[in-house]
Structures are given as structure tokens and as C-alpha cells.
């Protein structure tokens, strides 16, 4: 069977594994919210597609500052798939 994401989607997740197992570990553990800022990049991708994925995570990465206290942010339901066609 097919696999329901696009490329970008595939590369953009792989990426970010990338940057879990090798990069994240020598920073240390800096996300103020719950999921991690990288779990949520995933989650939304895989649940939103690469474009729309990317806008949700680039907004999330953009309220991670110490001004913003933080907490639980989870990815938002996708509303398409609770349409009825």
C-alpha cells in the first residue's frame, strides 16, 4: 500500500528526527510546552500534511520565548476528516 504523505512530508520528519537523536541531546532539554516543539512538528505533519503541518509548527516555534510561560499545546484536530463527504 501507498503511503499517504508526501515527499516534503517524509523529509521533513526525518529531519527532525535528525535533530532529536543528534542535536537536541547536546542542548538539552529547553521546550517550555507539552508535547516537545519537535513531537508537535511531527504530530502535525502527519496529521495535517507538510504545508499546513509546517505553518502549525512555525507558529508554535515562534511562542517558545521566555515571555511565554508555556504548557500543554497539543496539535490541533485536523477538521477535514470530520466532515462527512
Known amino acids: 500500500m501507498a ?3 508526501s515527499p516534503f512530508s517524509w523529509l521533513a520528519i526525518g529531519l527532525i528526527y535528525i535533530y532529536k537523536w543528534a542535536i537536541s541531546p547536546l542542548i538539552g532539554p529547553r ?14 505533519i502527519k496529521l495535517h ?3 499546513k503541518g509546517c505553518w502549525l509548527s512555525g507558529k ?3 511562542k517558545c520565548h521566555p515571555l511565554n510561560e508555556g ?8 477538521q477535514d476528516k ?4
Do not use: K
Request: with cysteine; aromatic share 14%.
Open 71 to 78: 504548557g500543554f499545546d497539543p496539535v490541533p484536530p485536523n
Open 82 to 85: 470530520d466532515r462527512d463527504n
Open 3 to 5: 503511503s499517504p504523505f
Open 49 to 51: 500534511g507538510f504545508v
Open 60 to 62: 508554535r516555534l515562534l
Open 31 to 44: 521546550c517550555r510546552f507539552t508535547p516537545t516543539c519537535s513531537t508537535y512538528a511531527v504530530e502535525a
